[in-house]
């Protein structure tokens, strides 16, 4: 059983910095990428930054410049850095795997950019 817990959301003022992590447990196998996926209320869950294993990183254009993704192998624990905060970063984050055993998400985290 996979599990993807996130912890280091919460409320930012605009202009500040969160990093978000997501620890990895269980059984992972044939990893082909780890992903930060973002839900805004009432609009759809998009696709924020993304690391394969190959090590190639995608983001999307609103982040670009701002958000880092990186992963320690060691802790089994996949990172964004985000700074720069815009109220617009307002949203549900979620971590996402994909892997020869199946696609896993964990339960998402809040984060908050007001002032």
């Known amino acids: 059983q996979v599990q993807l817990v996130e912890s280091g959301g919460g409320l930012v003022q605009p202009g500040g910095s969160l990093r978000l992590s997501c620890a990895a447990s269980?059984?992972?196998?044939?990893?082909?990428?780890m992903a930060w996926f973002r839900q805004a209320p009432g609009k759809e869950r998009e696709l924020v930054a993304r690391?394969?294993?190959?090590?190639?990183?995608d983001y999307s254009d609103s982040v670009k410049g701002r958000f880092t993704i990186s992963r320690d192998n060691t802790k089994n624990t996949l990172y964004l850095q985000m700074n720069s905060l815009k109220p617009d970063d307002t949203a549900v984050y979620y971590c996402?795997?994909?892997?020869?055993?199946?696609?896993?998400w964990g339960q998402g985290i809040q984060v908050t950019v007001s002032s």
């Open positions: 996402h795997l994909a892997a020869v055993g199946g696609i896993y």
């Open positions: 690391l394969t294993r190959s090590d190639f990183t």
């Open positions: 269980g059984t992972i196998s044939g990893i082909y990428d």
